[in-house]
């Protein structure tokens, strides 16, 4: 499958601020990506669809203000927790749709602690 | 409601055997992809195996392999030979038609010395 980073892997911030998680995919153009949330020991949980050059699509229940993403080129993605706060603290994943192969592609994660 | 049901929270498994992990959807498309995912402790998702509904062939690979019952709507993960590395969480996801995954809530298999 396609190679797909993120960055950081681990970010550690303060209540109050705001933090960017990147996701890459560095193989093959994504025209969407998607974004996730893992709590410990649980399923991954959809926030959104990201769609290069337009606005992305939440899920429901999951604040668009919050979690701001931008997917400005085909291989980066970004999502922004703004006004992060301790509820926050959480694993997040994104990955890249292969349209083609009916596959998403992974990656790593980001593990998110808010102080 | 597309779902997915993984029946079986946490499994465990003497090296060397073998384990079947079970899964069942609901869903009204007739053509869907199946997968499962391993999620390692680094908590890496990693494609183990995947399946194309139209196929009636079941897919394998190496000492992974599934039991796909289309009408039953079942779609079972064996493990052959297991090994210490097997130790993960493992999800079943579908696409069913659009591109969005529906995952179960996971499979805690634990692979024994």
């Known amino acids: 499958g396609a190679v797909v980073s993120q960055h950081p892997s681990r970010v550690i911030c303060k209540s109050g601020t705001s933090v960017k998680i990147e996701c890459r995919s560095l193989?093959?153009?994504?025209?969407?990506m998607f974004w996730y949330r893992q709590f410990p020991k649980k399923s991954l949980m959809l926030m959104a669809t990201s769609n290069e050059g337009s606005k992305a699509t939440y899920e429901q229940g999951v604040e668009k203000d919050k979690f701001l993403i931008n997917h400005a080129s085909l291989t980066l993605s970004t999502l922004t927790v703004t006004s992060a706060h301790p509820e926050d603290s959480s694993f997040y994943i994104c990955?890249?749709?292969?349209?083609?192969?009916?596959?998403?592609?992974f990656g790593p994660g980001t593990r998110l602690t808010v102080t | 409601a597309q779902t997915v049901t993984q029946s079986q929270p946490e499994m465990s498994v003497q090296e060397a055997e073998t384990v079947t992990l079970s899964c069942t959807y609901d869903t009204s498309e007739n053509n869907y992809y199946l997968f499962w995912y391993k999620q390692p402790p680094s908590r890496q998702m990693i494609l183990v195996i995947r399946q194309e509904a139209y196929k009636q062939q079941n897919a394998t690979e190496n000492r992974f392999s599934v039991n796909f019952q289309k009408a039953a709507k079942s779609f079972s993960l064996k493990i052959s030979d297991s090994q210490l590395g097997d130790t993960a969480m493992y999800f079943c996801?579908?696409?069913?038609?659009?591109?969005?995954?529906?995952f179960g809530t996971g499979t805690r298999l634990k692979v024994l010395a």
């Open positions: 193989d093959f153009q994504a025209t969407t």
């Open positions: 990955s890249a749709l292969n349209r083609t192969a009916y596959e998403q592609y």
């Open positions: 996801a579908f696409i069913p038609g659009t591109y969005k995954y529906i």
